[in-house]
T-cell receptor, first 114, second 114 residues
Framework: GDSVTQMEGPVTLSEEAFLTINCTYT??????LFWYVQYPGEGLQLLLK?????DKGSNKGFEATYRKETTSFHLEKGSVQVSDSAVYFC?????????????FGGGTRVLVKP | KAGVTQTPRYLIKTRGQQVTLSCSPI?????VSWYQQTPGQGLQFLFE???????NKGNFPGRFSGRQFSNSRSEMNVSTLELGDSALYLC?????????????FGPGTRLLVL
């Protein structure tokens, strides 16, 4: 079945550093791809999405490009802040399945130090 | 608009009991999905309801069930609780049902089974 693999954390960075979180997927169709963020004690918040190849999703300084040739959707941010400390989840939604069903990666914990 | 709300936020039960969790979607949203989050298994899809019909189901035993009411509110029920059912249960809503839909998550219900 479809699956998502993302780099394990924790990733520890200093403020203003560059952040990259790798995400690759396996899917037989053409899924939509998402990044969600989870802050301590909270649910998931959508960070960005892309629905077709070469689409770039962006939000709050974060970016990710849907790369069909490498089946990847890496998350990047040029200058992180302490407030970006959270767990980040890459997810896909199967294009051939009926309805909504998100398949998530294992999550990457990011810790930004002042 | 108010976000997705889930009640209760915390719950403690003992093995063998049953539990019902409630989810109120964003106003106007007709699809509600449920996910289980555990440290060991990560985020896993339970099921989706759209217009009071179950559209999709994950790989969980029959002890896990759900329903959706005409106002789109949803409940999930777990019968004969096991220790391994301890988890954060997340509800997500979307306007419709399809792979490109964005799902908006609630804060979750944290269930502890003793």
């Amino acid at each position: 079945g479809d699956s998502v693999t993302q780099m394990e954390g924790p990733v520890t960075l200093s403020e203003e550093a560059f952040l990259t979180i790798n995400c690759t997927y396996t899917a037989t169709g053409y899924p939509s791809l998402f990044w969600y963020v989870q802050y301590p004690g909270e649910g998931l918040q959508l960070l960005l999405k892309a629905t077709k190849a070469d689409d770039k999703g962006s939000n709050k300084g974060f970016e990710a490009t849907y790369r069909k040739e490498t089946t990847s959707f890496h998350l990047e941010k040029g200058s992180v802040q302490v407030s970006d400390s959270a767990v980040y989840f890459c997810a896909l939604s199967e294009s051939r399945a009926a309805g909504n069903k998100l398949t998530f990666g294992g999550g990457t914990r990011v810790l930004v130090k002042p | 608009k108010a976000g997705v709300t889930q009640t209760p936020r915390y719950l403690i039960k003992t093995r063998g009991q049953q539990v019902t969790l409630s989810c109120s979607p964003i106003s106007g949203h007709r699809s509600v999905s449920w996910y289980q989050q555990t440290p060991g298994q990560g985020l896993q899809f339970l099921f989706e309801y759209f217009s009071e019909t179950q559209r999709n189901k994950g790989n969980f035993p029959g002890r896990f069930s759900g329903r959706q009411f005409s106002n789109s509110r949803s409940e999930m029920n777990v019968s004969t609780l096991e220790l391994g059912d301890s988890a954060l249960y997340l509800c997500a809503s979307s306007e419709s049902s399809g792979d490109q839909e964005t799902q908006y998550f609630g804060p979750g219900t944290r269930l502890l089974v003793l």
